[in-house]
């Protein structure tokens, strides 16, 4: 491998590494939604979510296709596996 690519291997390892501890160091807010099951301040529009298909359960009854994405929508609370 060459410099660039290995510069830009690192700059890829770190940006996914520093993407992957934001969305799992969530603290849980006051401004939650009845139940707590959405939090209108995780909702991200523009949100890096892997491309794996590990389907989980919200507890608004809606299937996601993993947890990265059930928290880009604000879901606080989920299973694994899809809804039935």
Avoid: H, W
């Amino acid at each position: 491998m060459n410099k660039n690519t290995l510069k830009y291997l690192e700059k890829a390892v770190l940006m996914t590494s520093m993407i992957f501890i934001s969305a799992f160091s969530c603290v849980e807010d006051q401004n939650i939604i009845g139940d707590g099951c959405i939090d209108p301040s995780l909702i991200k529009q523009t949100y890096a979510c892997y491309d794996i298909y590990l389907p989980v359960c919200g507890c608004d009854g809606k299937t996601y296709s993993n947890d990265c994405e059930a928290r880009s929508k604000g879901v606080t609370k989920f299973t694994e596996g899809a809804c039935q």
